[in-house]
Nanobody, 124 residues
Framework: QAQLVESGGGLVQAGGSLRLSCAASESIFSITHMGWFRQAPGKQRELVAIITSGGKMTYADFVKGRFTISRDNAKNTVYLQMNSLKPEDTAVYYC??????????????????WGKGTLVTVSS
C-alpha cells in the first residue's frame, strides 16, 4: 500500500524545536518533490517547505531562517527541522510527495501522495 507516514509532532513551548520525519512506503519510487504543508484550525492548507530530488529547497516566507527541510533519497524520507517555534506555527503538518507507485503488477506514474498529518502545538 502506498503511504507516507509522518512522525515527530507534539507539544512544545514557544522558542522550542521539533523535528518532523516522513517516510514513503517501498511501493513508492522515483519521487520528485517531497515537502511539508500545514493547516491551522479554520485556515486553508499552506505550503511550508519543499525539496526536489536534486536538493533544491523552497520555503514559505513565514518559516525562512527558522525551519530547514532535508531529504534522504536512499530512504525516501523527508525531514523538517523546526526551530524558534511560535504559537502561530500550531497546525497539523502534512507530508506530500510526487512519484510513481507499484501495485498489483501495475505502475502508476505521476501520483500525488499525502500523509495523514501530525499535530504540532506551540504554547505561549
Amino acid at each position: 500500500q502506498a503511504q507516507l507516514v509522518e512522525s515527530g509532532g507534539g507539544l512544545v513551548q514557544a522558542g522550542g524545536s521539533l523535528r518532523l520525519s516522513c517516510a514513503a512506503s517501498e511501493s513508492i519510487f522515483s519521487i520528485t518533490h517531497m515537502g511539508w504543508f500545514r493547516q491551522a484550525p479554520g485556515k486553508q492548507r499552506e505550503l511550508v517547505a519543499i525539496i526536489t530530488s536534486g536538493g533544491k529547497m523552497t520555503y514559505a516566507d513565514f518559516v525562512k531562517g527558522r525551519f530547514t527541510i532535508s531529504r534522504d533519497n536512499a530512504k525516501n524520507t523527508v525531514y523538517l527541522q523546526m526551530n524558534s517555534l511560535k504559537p502561530e506555527d500550531t497546525a497539523v503538518y502534512y507530508c506530500n510527495a510526487d512519484g510513481s507507485h507499484y501495485s498489483g503488477g501495475q505502475i502508476y506514474y505521476s501520483q500525488d501522495f499525502w500523509g495523514k498529518g501530525t499535530l504540532v502545538t506551540v504554547s505561549s
